[in-house]
């Protein structure tokens, strides 16, 4: 885990996602990004009124001088908390696209959970979730930002989303005191033409140094999003790896139960990756 990014939602303070990234790069001696992303102006007729027309882009253009100007102070800021390599990006347009466009370069997405708004595949971490594939560590509002190794959590059902989320948690992982696999029933897989090679998730932990502990997690679909945030709280954990499950092979943009629900009432750090 070498690049972190980070959202952030406004460039005069600095949000509990923002820190917690900051202190996770710290720790994995990882570089920084910052990225903030305004919308495009209001796109208007030119015949209506002109002045009006000005005035936006105006507003827009003062915005941004703002936004870059804030580079300096959010620097300056990730020093104190430990990065050594802190950079800040401002954009322009829609975030999701933006996200998805310098997540190409970057191993880890640091997203806040808006307080008092429903996540789902419309809200911005859902979306993002969906449509980058990028690994997203979700932050619960008004939480203390201190990642914590001390217990991390896997939801662990043999789907591919469940094993690329595990993968792009290893570096994660691999630092941990404690790993909890929290083993759920199979997914059904379509069915296919063919074989594909069968992956062991303990064996996959053991090569590469991870130790983990097991507990059955045999729950119904609708129940499975309450009982990991319940198990996962009854270990102590302090992150929920996961993997985003749309709702069927056709429909994976639309989260399935147990992803909105995890997104929705956790009060912990969730890994997620599509």
């Not at 307080?115 to 939480?143: D, H």
């Not at 001390?150 to 691999?174: Q, V």
């Not at 590469?208 to 319940?230: C, F, K, T, W, Y």
């Amino acid at each position: 885990m070498r690049d972190i990014l980070a959202y952030a939602n406004n460039f005069e303070s600095w949000s509990p996602g923002l820190e917690y990234a900051a202190r996770l790069a710290a720790t994995f001696d990882a570089a920084l990004t910052g990225i903030y992303i305004q919308p495009s102006p209001l796109v208007m007729p030119s015949y209506e009124i002109p002045e009006l027309l000005t005035y936006a882009i105006e507003d827009a253009r003062q915005l941004e001088e703002r936004a870059y100007a804030a580079g300096t102070s959010f620097i300056n800021w990730a020093n104190k908390l430990g990065v050594q390599k802190a950079a800040w990006q401002v954009a322009e347009g829609d975030a999701p696209h933006a996200l998805e466009h310098i997540g190409n370069w970057h191993d880890l997405l640091v997203l806040d959970r808006p307080p008092g708004q429903s996540l789902g595949n419309g809200s911005l971490p859902g979306q993002v979730i969906l449509t980058s594939r990028l690994p997203c560590v979700i932050i619960p509002a008004r939480k203390a930002a201190r990642p914590s190794l001390d217990c991390i959590a896997l939801a662990w059902n043999g789907s591919p989303e469940a094993i690329r989320s595990i993968h792009a948690a290893r570096p994660i992982l691999a630092r941990a005191e404690r790993v909890v696999v929290l083993r759920g029933t199979p997914r059904n897989a379509i069915s296919e033409i063919g074989w594909k090679p069968e992956f062991e998730l303990s064996d996959y932990l053991q090569r590469h140094g991870i130790r983990a502990e097991e507990q059955p997690l045999m729950v119904d679909d609708q129940d499975a999003g309450a009982a990991l945030l319940s198990s996962a709280k009854a270990v102590g954990a302090g992150m929920l790896v996961m993997g985003a499950y749309g709702r069927t092979r056709f429909s994976e943009w639309i989260f399935g139960g147990a992803t909105r629900h995890v997104l929705n009432h956790a009060d912990i750090a969730v890994l997620m990756r599509h």
